[in-house]
Every structure is written in structure tokens, then in C-alpha cells.
């Protein structure tokens, strides 16, 4: 006699293994790094040197990813290319480990220096410092919804980044599988006896990351 039950155990089994990948959760990457990906920001500037005080908003496009490279000494690093106003755009470096984003920061004359930019996966809490000399703390202070012209972003992290040899502060949000979609940053310091204070802020108003 045929065992039905035999068979049907069979035929359940069958189908969870079927249907089990697509019912994974991919995990959320906070700083997708996909070749040819776009971000354009409004930038605010607000300056203050004195009693003397001037602004300036525009929108620009901020970053292109231009795929990976090797670079000397250095290993395989992603290029993202940042658009300047001279017409000759800067390069930023960046290479991406299962529990950490590092970015190479070139200076002339001098060693590249890696510095430790995110912590990965990012949790509310965390913290850690940029390099050993602890330059830069950052923090984990908050998991937010950011809404934006560009759209409604949930569960965007929210990192503080203060700097410990001056007085210099930051703020960033990022947002899951898009990236950075807001900062703003606050420095104050003198010179020749005079204040000097600048207040800037982006957020996201055009974004592109292709499939990969």
C-alpha cells in the first residue's frame, strides 16, 4: 500500500526549499557602491566672518562612481568622482570589507592614509574613531524616517561625527540600498583675533543606483 503521507512530507519539503530563496531578506547596504550610481544634493552654505554674514544654495551633483581600480601600494579601491567648479574633478577612495567602509584619503608629499569611515552593519550605539590617532569620533545616535523632495527614506541612520582637535561637527543620515541622504556640519574658529563660523547642509534631490 502506498504511503501518502510519505509522499506529501516529500512534496512539502520540496516546495520550502523552492521557495526559500526568495523569501531571504537581503540585508540593507547603507552605502551601495554600484558602478555608474548618481547623487545630486541642495547644498546650503551660510558664512560668518565678523558682523559680516552671506549665503549660498545651489543644487550640484556631488558624486559619479567610476567602478574599481588598483592602485599602487594601495590594492582594489572604488573611485567615486566628485565634480568641482575649477572643471577638474576631485577622486575619493574607498574600499568596502564585510565590517567596515575605509576610505584612502591622498595628501601630496605624503602617505595614503586609511581612515575607518563606517562600522558594519550599522547599529544604533556604535561608535568608533577614524584612525588610531582618534582625529574624528563617530557615533550611531538614531534610526529615523528622513522625508525629501527626492522621497520618503525609513530607517535611515543617523551619525554624528565630531572632531576632537577642533571645534567641528557633523551630522549625516543614510539611508538602506541608496546611501548618504542628508548632512549638515557646523565649524567655528579664529583668525587674527576674528570669528569666523560655517554652517552647511544637503540633502538629496536626484539619485541613481543601478542594478548590479
Request: glycine share 6%; with cysteine.
Amino acid at each position: 500500500m502506498v504511503d501518502l503521507r510519505f509522499y506529501m512530507n516529500r512534496l512539502v519539503l520540496v516546495l520550502v526549499l523552492f521557495l526559500l530563496p526568495g523569501c531571504v531578506k537581503k540585508k540593507p547596504d547603507y552605502f551601495p557602491l554600484t558602478n555608474g550610481a548618481r547623487r545630486s544634493m541642495r547644498i546650503y552654505s551660510r558664512r560668518i566672518v565678523g558682523s559680516d554674514t552671506s549665503e549660498t544654495t545651489r543644487v550640484r551633483l556631488v558624486s559619479v562612481v567610476q567602478g574599481k581600480k588598483q592602485l599602487p601600494g594601495i590594492g582594489l579601491v572604488w573611485v567615486i568622482e566628485v565634480p568641482r567648479d575649477s572643471g577638474r574633478p576631485s577622486h575619493v577612495y574607498f574600499r568596502k570589507k564585510k565590517d567596515e567602509i575605509v576610505q584612502i584619503v591622498f595628501s601630496k608629499g605624503r602617505k595614503p592614509v586609511k581612515l575607518h569611515y563606517l562600522s558594519l552593519p550599522l547599529s544604533q550605539g556604535d561608535h568608533w574613531y577614524d584612525t588610531e590617532s582618534e582625529r574624528e569620533l563617530f557615533e550611531v545616535v538614531a534610526k529615523e524616517t528622513v522625508k525629501l523632495r527626492a522621497g520618503t527614506f525609513p530607517d535611515c541612520y543617523k551619525i554624528s561625527v565630531v572632531s576632537t582637535t577642533s571645534n567641528q561637527a557633523t551630522l549625516e543620515w543614510f539611508a538602506p540600498d541608496v546611501g548618504p541622504v542628508k548632512w549638515k556640519s557646523r565649524a567655528v574658529w579664529f583668525k587674527d583675533g576674528v570669528r569666523h563660523e560655517l554652517v552647511r547642509s544637503a540633502v538629496l534631490v536626484r539619485y541613481q543606483v543601478p542594478a548590479e
